[in-house]
Structures are given as C-alpha cells and as structure tokens.
C-alpha cells in the first residue's frame, strides 16, 4: 500500500489545531511558509527546514503514544507491547491545546539559528545577546515565532479562546526555552525518575490529570521534579 506521509501530517496538523479551537486554513500555512523561509535563509547546513522537519516528524511519533485518537468506524485500537506485556487500556493523555504546542514546538525550536552556540555568542556580545542575556539562541527562535503568531496573516492559532491562546504560548515558551542545552542534564534526570516510578508501577497513569501549564507559572527554568512538565518540556 502506498503512504502518502505529507498529507496524512497536514491532516493531522490540521485536527489537533481544529479540535484545540483553532483554524489550520491560509494562516496555518502562511506560518508554516515564514518558517521554512526562515529556517532556508539562516539555518546553516544543520539548523535548516530538513531538522525542522525531522523534529516535527518525531513529535508526530510521539503524539502516536501521547494523544487520543479518533479512530476510523469499525477500527480496534492496536494494543500496546511494553517490556513483554500487553497493556491494551494504558495509554498516556494530551490534550489538544498541549498537543498544538508540541506541534508549533517542534516547528519553531531552531528557527533563523545562527548555527553558533549561546556561549560564543555570549562572547562576541552580539546584539541578542544583550538584548536575552541568557538562552540567547532559544530566546531568538521563541521571539521569531511569537511574532508569527501575533500576526494575523501568519497566526497558526487563530480562532482560540484567550485562555487557550495563554496555555498554548505559555506551554510554547517553557518547551523552547528547554532545548538550551544547559537544560538538558535536569531533563533528562526526571525524565528517567519518572520513567522509572511508571515501570515499577503497573497502575501509574503515566501523565498527570493536572494542567501541566501549572507548573510552569512565575519561573523558566527547570526545578521542578514531576511528570507533569515533561509535558511540555
């Protein structure tokens, strides 16, 4: 059978940004389009619209496991093998206003990168390193992207309501800001003890029913030592 993997993505683009309240019509696509322009303009042989791509792809792997899916009629959901065992039923929850975020996040992480570490640029005292002071090439992605959103022409997520569009910038912020690499050691400690906790837990419900925004509130660094904000980070 032959795949058609570009368009089941833009579908898929499409219902999670529809069912969060948005509308994924020439705006979505203008915003994509300014990425790709961006990305092509300063991304460097790494840094460009194939790493984009490549990331959003393996947020799409993750969204496989992380958010319900509506299946076609008649279809049975396909049972989960984990270590050896069948767990059917067991199948951890985002909803769709997390689940845009993971998708824009992984569009906009390395947008316009200048193919330079934070610390080099922390160095030359380079314009945006004065104006970020910190997570300077992180800081340039999220503001790029901000600026894509706050315009009407290229605003992904129009058509949510104000309390959604504040959870979704909000989980958008936290989630660039966490690919500083300095962020990563901590990451990947409570990745692995929340890992950890689930695996030796056959009635750990994976995520938090909790808003994983809470966590995030009044601070953007990473001290906080539960499930909850892997969400977004």
Known sequence: TTTQPTKTREEGARRVSGSAGGSWGRAGAAFLAGLHCLYMRRGGIYHGPMHAADVLQAAGVLLDELHPHVLPDGAEPEPRELDGSLHAGKRARL?????????????IHDVYHP????????????????????????NEHLSIALALLANPS????????DAQRTRLERMIKHGVLHTDMANHAALMQDFKHCASVASSDENHPWWS??????AMIGTTEYPYESCDCLVSA
């Open 95 to 107: 909803d769709d206003v997390q689940a845009f975020a993971l998708v824009l996040c992984a569009a």
């Open 115 to 138: 193919g330079v570490t934070n610390a080099f640029r922390a160095a030359q005292d380079d314009e945006q390193s004065r104006r970020f002071g910190s997570s300077i090439n992180e």
């Open 154 to 161: 290229t605003d992904a997520s129009s058509g949510l309501r």
């Open 209 to 214: 029913e909790s808003d994983a925004t809470d």
